[in-house]
């Protein structure tokens, strides 16, 4: 089917009212606290003691714990996906088919305030096995601080399409949560504990751009299993899941198009008044099918899966935390190819694919980064500009 024929048989013509002009934002209420930025470390499994450990961030260049490059997504009401979200498709749901993030040298510490403004960018028809005729949306966020600082730019791309189409192309065969023997489970910790070490090996020694070369393989990162408690882990380390933390706007997402099943009350600033359980997103709306499968499978999803927005802090955490303390992630790419299913493991790789000096002076490394579950199935894949220091 033709990208015309497709947009004709998706009614998304709501959405160009929208672009390129700002949208509502939710502001945060009160400033970051050192256990926001504790508690977004623990939930997203970095545990890298430059987030948690006063002691260690003490003796950081920055003599005080920082909050991670992908830390601003936690004030966001939509994990980013809000100024990819707007105009009305009807009888749909949304996935997050991916993210570009530009990052400033500008970090996040207790006392700031991180501000957000939002511009839907573009659309476009496609389409689609998983539920056929299907719009990319994309949207901009522009997250600042207190004193109006930049502290990053993310462009998400949301996949919106008819709710009944993705249920009916359910897998069946997924349904199960794989089950991991006792052995198996104790091979994995150790597995996944290569990676802390490695983030403890290099400490706060820095990683020099001279001495990386085209080639090397950035140490694997493992974790999970994933499941419905390390999902509502992640959840609540968003802040604005709990209750009163944002001035809420006004959304109806009914008229977004998003099934009744599914809309609901989640963010609803007047209800978070009367009845504030009725609009917590782990239990109805349109995140509900993250922690329950019978939701899930109505929206094409086989069981409970994990957030695009955490996917997306999984890769900026996992490439910082090669660069060190006295690195940073410029730039970066994902594209979301499948969920953290619960049950399965994440397994993430990366390969340094050129080096270069760009018209700022930055010494940067070029890298190609993977992730995907034990069986194989890719889940991300992408590519990053990482700023080294050089030592020449």
């Known amino acids: 089917m033709s990208t015309a024929t497709a947009a004709a048989t998706l009614d998304c013509s709501d959405i160009d009212q929208y672009l390129g002009k700002p949208i509502d934002s939710s502001p945060v209420r009160e400033p970051i606290g050192n256990n926001d930025i504790r508690r977004w470390a623990h939930a997203m499994h970095y545990a890298n003691l430059l987030h948690f450990d006063p002691a260690y961030a003490r003796e950081s260049r920055w003599g005080q714990i920082v909050a991670p490059q992908s830390f601003p997504i936690v004030i966001d009401d939509g994990h980013g996906s809000a100024p990819s979200c707007v105009g009305r498709i009807p009888d749909s749901h949304l996935l997050f088919g991916g993210d570009e993030w530009w990052f400033t040298d500008t970090r996040v510490v207790a006392g700031d305030v991180i501000s957000n403004e939002r511009i839907p960018f573009d659309y476009v028809v496609k389409n689609t096995g998983f539920a056929g005729p299907t719009c990319f949306q994309r949207g901009d966020n522009f997250y600042r601080n207190q004193n109006g600082e930049l502290l990053a730019k993310q462009r998400s791309t949301s996949i919106r399409y008819r709710a009944a189409a993705g249920g009916e192309t359910v897998n069946k065969d997924e349904f199960d949560e794989p089950v991991w023997s006792d052995a198996e489970l104790a091979a994995l910790e150790e597995r996944k504990f290569a990676w802390v070490q490695m983030l403890h090996d290099l400490g706060h020694k820095p990683r020099w751009w001279d001495e990386v070369q085209i080639g090397d393989k950035l140490a694997e990162r493992v974790f999970g299993p994933h499941s419905v408690a390390s999902f509502a882990t992640e959840w609540r380390a968003y802040l604005f899941t709990i209750w009163g933390t944002l001035d809420r706007r006004e959304l109806d997402l009914e008229a977004l198009g998003f099934t009744k099943e599914m809309a609901g009350h989640e963010n609803d600033p007047h209800m978070e008044r009367i009845n504030p359980a009725l609009t917590d997103g782990a239990y109805y709306?349109?995140?509900?099918?993250?922690?329950?499968?019978?939701?899930?499978?109505?929206?094409?999803m086989p069981r409970a899966y994990g957030y695009g927005a955490s996917m997306g802090a999984w890769v900026t955490d996992y490439l910082s935390g090669w660069a060190g303390e006295h690195g940073r992630v410029v730039h970066s790419t994902a594209n979301y190819r499948g969920p953290a299913l619960a049950g399965?493991?994440?397994?993430?790789?990366?390969?340094?694919?050129?080096?270069?000096i760009d018209g700022e002076g930055r010494h940067l490394v070029h890298v190609k980064h993977h992730m995907a579950n034990q069986k194989g199935t890719t889940m991300c894949t992408g590519t990053a500009e990482i700023a080294l220091p050089a030592n020449a």
Request: aromatic content about 6%; glycine content about 14%; proline content about 7%.
């Open 285 to 300: 709306g349109p995140s509900r099918g993250h922690l329950f499968p019978r939701y899930a499978r109505r929206i094409g």
């Open 344 to 356: 399965d493991i994440t397994i993430q790789t990366g390969e340094v694919v050129d080096k270069s």
